[in-house]
């Protein structure tokens, strides 16, 4: 092969020389210039321009006369030169610069066309550039015919990349017919040319046929009935013998290949330079691929590939057919239909025939005998096509094996419709059942050895597991059948242990269903009560239904043993077989669910019992608190007996947990409440004197300006009050309004000590009190310049105090002190104006009025006309009670006895307005007496009192509606308190209204 840089050089090297010009050959003329430069015109008409220049020299050396002549043919010739040299040029840009080698042998044409009859150095560059030229062109076209036919190939167009193989046999035939080898070796490459032709161009005729003919082979294998067998088989095996036929042009192609391939060898022998020829080197490979590719390529390797795929094809269109019969016939078989499974599988028999002679032309072409072992066929096949070779082997015997199963299974679907009465019929049915065993057993043994032998074929790295899944299947069917028959034999045994298995699972299932009614007794059931529901469990009852599932579990025990006992045999199989096994475990089953039923009998016993007992015990406790309730309102102890109230509410809510129990019911929600509000109305009489002593005391401290005392005191009188009584004492309110009104108008004027400035304004008070005594002391001295700088640091002290405490008492006296100490004389014309307006301020800013005058009457108490003034400001300010109205009075007193009419006559459905009334009158005149005597009577005798206890109802709608608030469903919780609050044994009930409040304030 010509390495196409070499190519190159050689050209390179020929147009070299070409460029030295023309070489002067010399000679003699005639002496007759005219006629001279007549044969020297027709020269260059001739185009024989070497010859012309050489006379035309030889003219002007002879005649120098003819001068002007000569030169001018001489410029006609450099003239038809230039034209040459540009074309020439032409060549070098093409050839060098553009590597377009087609285009030059194009170009070295037209220079040969310009100048036939060069000079020998001229014609030998031209020579050597076209053969360089054509040597490069020639392989690059042959590279590229290669690679055109390799992407053909891959994309399946074989037919197609064939004719492009075929188009290279044209490259340096001309050579190899100008070489003159001899006839002997042209004689034989000419016949191999032409038999390697007539089977490329014979393959692409037939190929596409075949391949039409094969794609429209459509083998329908459904119904059964209807399949033409020997018509298939002759079709296919028409198929063969055309397959056989065309893989034959293959290898005419290696053969004759390999003969070129010899004939160029004899070339190379006899070359004087040891060269191959081009031709025959590029000939062989067009056959048979390039040298040293890793790819399939080459005439015959197209032949190869199309006929593999063909007969792949072909292969499988008959491997699909077999397996539709060989999967329809194993369907008919799974679904009984044995009739139609073993016609079915008669014909996937035949057609798997077909399909291993079909397998077998994969054994290099030749045929391999159907009937040799695997071995035989693995050392023939290759590798990769020993698997088909061996399922269809494998199949054939399947398919024939399966028609005895059927007959099998058919037999064994008569024995298991039969029935048992004698031991006779028994004994001769096992007998029976033994014989079809030994035959599917011997069979078994066949199939497990040839399973060995597709294991060892496998181990040596062949896949056959196609080939293993057929012995597999059909030793598992012969298993399958040998397992029906035992399990046959079995059936008899299993009849008798069914009835008596199901007579003791009846007995079972009775108990446990009495046991789940206990359970349910025992446990509680849901009632729904209003709104709410309430868990009820009856311990009691449950116990006596347990003992009676004692008694049966006892019976069921000795039933289990006698089922055990059928299950006898001497046989394995019966033992292992599915239905007997299956008995079995219905028996441990039942008494793995009687064990089970007995341990959950003895707890829920346990349970019961337990349960029973602690509900006796909270009886007992909360009968023992009612009983000590009652001692503690004997006694007036009142919150021992509340105590004892609450704590047999919560001993009888117990009880009633574990027990229902109408009795302890009726107490919960009968007695209880009864009795507590006895208590609550002994207990109110106390509260209504305790509450009117502390109210009495509350308005003395009021009235001697003590109010944080007097607060103190009516916040006691409150709570006491709220012990008994769910409404509020509106006599209560009404001081203790007045107190914090006198509160609020002192506001600021002391610094508490909770204030967190307390420290530092009490620090600064004490520094200017010592500046204000120390002033005092400096003046007596008669420092009066000290004095004042003392006093002036004790009014920057104030004046830090005043800013955030505007109204403290002690700075504001300290302030006035100070300005008493400084000048006497102005501080009396000073009081003067503070008082007067601090009177002026009364209307307009009168809590800022009452401070100064205040203020001012820690320094002169007896201040002229300055306690009246006091006194009117606490009217307006509401710090004082306002003298009384004699209006208001008349009202107080009409009031009063309306009220005294409705008690006298103890109405007591309008004790509700006389108690009305009664707060009315006392709010218009609060030292009315009679009014606060007649009310204290009323509140004692039939005021609304606490409701401490609620209903066990009423109780589980509270807690419902506590769940739904505390879960954010607000509104529904509002609903629930609503309704239990329009139940008006419920409206006094502390936690209830709370609860309301709470809802009120997250809407």
Known sequence: MICPKRASMVIAISLLVLMVGYINAGGQGENNTL???????????????????ILLTEIARGDPEAFEETTNLIEKIREMKAEYNLKYEELIEVLFEQNDLENGLKIIKELQALDPRP??????AIGQAKKGAELVYNLNRFNGIMDRALS??????????????????????????????????????????????????????????????????????????????AGVEEEIRGLHEKLIQMIAFSKTVEDEASNLKLQNSHIKEVSPESKYDLFLHFAGQLALGRYGSEEQEGIGSVIEIMWEDLLLSLNNKIDRAASELYAGGLAEYRNSSFTAAQSAMEAANKVYSLALDSYSLWGFYI??????????????????????????????????????????????????????????????????????RGVLQDRATDWKLSLNQIDGIIKLGFDLAEAKSSAERMIGEIESLISRLNGAEATIITTAMAADATAAGQRYNSSRVKLAEGVGLAGGREVVVGESTRIEKYPNLALGIFNQVADEVSLLEKSIEGLRAWAGSDKAYILAS?????????????????????????????????????????????????DQARAGLRQDNFDRA?????????????????????????RRDQELPALSQEIIDAENSVVVRQVRTLINRGRSLYNNSRFFEAERVLLQAKSRWADTNPEENSEIMLWLN???????????????????????????????????????????????????????????????????????????????????????????????????????????????????????????????????????????????????DPAKLAESRELFNKARVIVERNQRELFTIALEQLNRAIELNPDNQSAIEYKDRIQIAAGE??????????????????????????????????????????????PLIELKKRIETRI
């Open 945 to 990: 009192r606490v409701q401490p206890i609620l209903g066990s109802v009423a109780q589980g709608q509270y807690r419902l509606a506590e769940e739904k608030f505390l879960a954010g469903n607000y509104f529904e919780a509002l609903a629930i308190v609503e309704k239990l609050l329009q139940d008006e044994k419920n409206r006094n009930y502390p």
């Open 119 to 124: 000079n020998q150095a001229t014609l030998e």
């Open 367 to 436: 045929k391999v005998d159907p009937a040799m072992s695997l071995e035989e066929a693995g050392a023939t096949l290759p590798q990769d096509k020993l698997k088909y070779f061996a399922a269809a082997q494998e199949r054939i015997k399947e398919t024939h094996d399966f028609p005895s199963l059927i007959d099998t299974l058919r037999e064994l679907n008569n024995i298991a419709l039969k029935t048992f009465d004698t031991r006779e019929d028994f004994i001769s049915e096992i007998e029976n059942l033994d014989s079809y």
């Open 152 to 229: 053909l190939i891959k994309d399946g167009n074989f037919i197609e990349a064939v004719a492009v193989y075929i188009s290279g046999y044209d490259l340096h035939k001309e050579d190899f017919d100008q070489a003159g080898y001899g006839n002997i070796i042209e004689a034989s490459v000419n016949k191999s040319l032409a038999r390697l032709s007539e089977a490329a161009e014979t393959f692409r005729a037939t190929a596409g046929a075949l391949g039409t003919e094969i794609n429209n082979l459509d083998i329908e294998v459904f119904p059964v009935d209807g399949l033409d067998i």
């Open 35 to 53: 006629t001279l430069l007549d044969k020297a015109n027709k020269l260059i008409e001739d185009k024989d321009y070497n010859a012309a220049i």
């Open 578 to 626: 599915y239905d007997v096994q299956q008995q079995l475990k219905r028996v441990d089953l039942l008494q793995e669910n009687l064990e089970e039923m007995k341990l959950a009998l003895l707890q829920h016993q346990a349970e019961a019992q337990n349960n029973l007992l602690l509900a006796q015990r909270f009886e007992r406790e909360g009968n023992l608190r009612v």
């Open 738 to 884: 007045f107190v914090r009104t006198a509160l609020q108008a002192n506001s600021g004027r002391e610094i508490m000590e909770s204030n967190p400035l307390f420290r530092e304004i009490s620090q600064l008070l004490n520094l200017a009190v010592e500046d204000y005594q120390g002033a005092k002391s400096l003046l007596e001295l008669g420092k009066v310049r000290d004095a004042i700088d003392r006093l002036e640091r004790a009014e920057e002290k104030i004046a830090r105090i005043l800013i955030p405490f505007p109204y403290n008492q002690e700075a504001r006296i300290l302030s006035l002190r100070i300005d008493q100490l400084k000048d006497k004389d102005a501080f009396a014309e000073k009081l003067t104006r503070y008082y007067n307006d601090a009177r002026r301020k009364s209307n307009t800013n009168p809590q800022e009025a009452y401070v100064d005058l205040k203020d001012l009457e820690q320094i002169i108490p007896d201040y002229p006309g300055l306690k009246n003034s006091i006194y009117d400001l606490e009217i307006i300010l509401k710090i004082r009670i306002p003298p009384p």
């Open 642 to 666: 509340r105590e004892n109230i609450q704590g047999a509410l919560e001993a009888y809510d117990l009880s009633l947990e574990y027990r229902e129990d109408e009795n302890i019911r009726r």
